[in-house]
């Protein structure tokens, strides 16, 4: 998730976190982050909000962590639904009430809903055997199906995932589920020599390393890891990780001289650990390949290493490597089968080589952050489309931008499986799950109603893309001949060349412009003059028309005059005055002769449009002169439907300029009780990796995409 948002920040998008304060690692607050429920960090590319997720010191007692997650829901419910309005809500899953939140921010800030799923509730807890009671189960996949049903698209990370949740939906709503797979940093992580100084450390020499890296719990079928270093003892094993099942490995393996149990590592010794092993193992328990994509395959082929799986056949894992080259697949379980595939493997380390190398060369096409965040984009960019169509409103107007909800991993709903007796017929029998839905429904609908009783009304707020807003813009000046209202700037920079393609790149980036009336007509294309990018500013530049605190320029195309504080010559009435710079702002044509405007001396470029209607004067007079608005301001409505509803341009650029300003108009909340990174880390909120427990865009977890 964290390379997401960067990865939407560099196409220009506004993107807004939502996530837990750091805590995952030792279950409790990490230093520095303690005293606050709630801490808000801005960003050049929007900010992140960080809830208290409400730890409990015992990860066995149910209740305590039920309760834990109703005060996270609350404040991120809380935080999520406040604001105003967004381009796209992208909650993720597990955990699977996220789904209720994101809805609740789709409702209040009314942008297209999306639900991504990491892994499929409560499939995973019912094949791990964490969930047996009927009922418990029935309220679950309820839930689910509502998740489902309310979002405007699912997106899940293979076609197994795909035809999981195709069948739990209505016909009719099958086409809203599509496949985005997860991503891999494959400029972090890159082949690097096996002779690293974590095997030094391990007390490993230059003989075969088998490793294994990530979370240890009851999901993964680690006992398989377990058989297969006892059949070789030449050859070092390592298992790499924490969790619910490290103590039982730990009494499995202790006469076992060549298995090297260690914990998570730093997450910038990632690639060194990767590196280590000369065969990375994936096993995976029987039916559980359906429901979730172990992400970590695609860290080991970004590593050049060859992935030896245990998983069930035919799923989304095998087909990668079938697909990459990039290993082999045995069916899950199987003590047998996989300890012959390894020891194949381990006979020809040409063969290892080879898989290295096809492994990386697939996953550096086919899974690359930029790719991803792009389909994410194109996503609510087509949402907002669909949604404005669907409801006869062809501008496209009145969408918010997007808010995302995180994923846990399967694994961890496996742990509750193997919890004490006491506390495992606790949850299958007892009322803490039905409890948790009810108390986060409860706690979400006031939030609701409060939020949609103060949200802006239509044509306030921001504008978003297709949004079709109209404000006026003119130039009140004094010089040596007097007071004088300039002409209306001349050119509708709709210019076309002879493929169709607009010749004024900064229209076609942001789709802004005049029509020789007065008029600024604010017809986002991208996020670039959407959400907080949505200032003056956007206009001036598309005209080249310069504008600091003390010097206004309009270039030749638009008469080429200059009027600067103490160089300009005022004369009103034969007498010479001084005249400074300043910005008249009605918020609305309606209030000119009724109400004064705001006056601005400073940062002018950067006042914000925040209502359809609004009146900008740049005024260069002196201060005793009244404000004057141009006459055809009060035309504004009839000067704006003239115009009607322009396209957008043919060929749109969402790239991003490389210059300071925000990135474009799409918000990302992203609420989720997951590990988040400490002060100074990327901000997003991205899975807790496997390999390291530090919070890292697991291979593929973000953002909010998209104004663009």
């Known amino acids: 998730m964290t390379r997401i948002v960067h990865e939407l920040a560099a196409l220009g998008h506004e993107v807004h976190v939502v996530t837990t304060l750091p805590w995952y690692r030792n279950h409790e607050i990490e230093a520095g982050w303690t005293g606050r429920l709630i801490r808000r960090e801005r960003t050049a590319w929007g900010s992140v909000t960080r809830v208290h997720p409400f730890p409990g010191d015992d990860k066995a007692n149910l209740a305590r962590r039920a309760m834990g997650f109703l005060g996270f829901s609350a404040l991120a419910g809380w935080v999520g639904i406040r604001g105003g309005r967004v381009d796209g809500v992208l909650a993720m899953s597990p955990p699977l009430t996220n789904g209720l939140i994101g809805w609740a921010m789709h409702l209040v800030r009314r942008g297209p809903l999306v639900f991504n799923i990491q892994d499929i509730f409560p499939d995973a807890a019912v094949e791990t055997g964490a969930i047996t009671n009927g009922k418990i189960i029935a309220v679950a996949r309820w839930l689910e199906r509502v998740s489902y049903h309310r979002s405007d698209a699912v997106t899940v990370l293979s076609n197994d995932l795909r035809d999981n949740v195709v069948a739990k939906v209505r016909p009719g709503c099958a086409e809203r589920v599509r496949v985005i797979p997860n991503f891999v940093l494959t400029e972090q992580i890159r082949p690097a020599d096996r002779m690293t100084a974590y095997r030094a450390e391990l007390g490993i020499g230059a003989e075969p390393v088998v490793l294994y890296a990530g979370n240890v719990g009851f999901s993964q079928s680690l006992e398989l890891v377990v058989a297969a270093a006892a059949a070789f003892p030449d050859v070092s094993f390592v298992i790499n990780g924490d969790g619910s099942a490290r103590s039982s490995i730990e009494a499995s393996t202790a006469s076992l001289a060549n298995m090297h149990l260690a914990p998570y590592q730093p997450v910038e010794r990632l690639p060194e650990v990767l590196a280590t092993g000369d065969v990375h193992v994936v096993p995976l328990r029987a039916g559980l390949g359906r429901v979730s994509v172990p992400s970590k395959t695609y860290s080991i082929l970004a590593a050049g290493r060859p992935v030896l799986a245990a998983i069930d056949p035919g799923t989304e894992v095998p087909r990668i ?130 939020a949609r009783q103060s949200r802006p009304g239509p044509g306030e707020g921001s504008p978003i893309i297709n949004d079709h807003w109209h404000a006026t813009f003119s130039a009140y000046t004094c010089d040596a001949n007097g007071l004088l209202q300039q002409p209306t700037i001349d050119g509708n920079l709709e210019t076309q060349d002879s493929l169709g393609n607009l010749v004024n790149q900064q229209f076609q980036r942001t789709g802004i412009h005049s029509h020789d009336d007065g008029v600024m007509h604010w017809h986002p294309y991208s996020g670039a003059a959407t959400g907080t990018n949505a200032k003056l500013k956007v206009f001036l530049d598309n005209y080249d028309i310069k504008l600091s605190n003390d010097k206004f320029e309009l270039p030749e195309s638009q008469g ?21 710079l300043k910005l008249w702002v009605w918020s609305n044509y309606s209030q000119i002769g009724d109400t004064d405007p705001a006056v601005y001396t400073s940062s002018m470029p950067d006042v914000r449009i925040e209502n359809d209607g609004m009146v900008f004067v740049v005024a260069f007079v002196p201060d005793d002169v009244d404000p004057v608005a141009p006459d055809y301001a009060s035309n504004l409505p009839e000067l704006g439907a003239a115009d009607g509803a322009p396209g957008a341009p043919v060929t749109p650029d969402t790239t991003s300029t490389g210059d300071s300003v925000a990135p474009d108009g799409s918000v990302v909340v992203i609420p989720t009780n997951e590990p988040t990174p400490g002060s100074g880390s990327t901000v997003t909120t991205g899975d807790t990796d496997t390999t390291t427990g530090s919070t890292t865009p697991s291979s593929g977890s973000s953002t909010e995409t998209s104004g663009g």
Not at 341 to 361: C, H, I, K, N, V
Not at 572 to 580: C, Q, T, Y
Request: proline share 4%; glycine share 12%; net charge positive.
């Open 560 to 580: 080429g005059l200059t009027f600067e504080e103490g160089t300009t010559k005022c004369v009103i009435d034969g007498e010479e005055k001084d005249a400074s």
């Open 321 to 450: 490597l079938q697909a990459s080259g990039g290993g082999v697949a045995v069916g899950p379980d199987d003590a047998t089968a996989f300890i012959d595939a390894l020891r194949e493997m381990l006979a020809d380390p040409t063969a290892l080589a080879s898989m290295g190398a096809a492994g990386r060369t697939w996953v550096e096409h086919a899974a690359s952050p930029a790719a991803i965040a792009a389909s994410y984009a194109d996503l609510f960019v087509e949402l907002s489309r669909t949604r404005s169509t669907r409801r006869g409103n062809g501008d496209g107007s009145r969408y918010p931008r997007i808010l995302v909800a995180t994923s846990s991993s399967a694994s961890k709903v496996a742990k509750l499986a193997q919890k004490g007796k006491g506390k495992k017929v606790r949850f299958q029998g007892g009322i803490v799950f039905p409890a948790v839905i009810v108390g986060v429904l409860v706690l979400l609908l006031p939030l609701i109603v409060y």
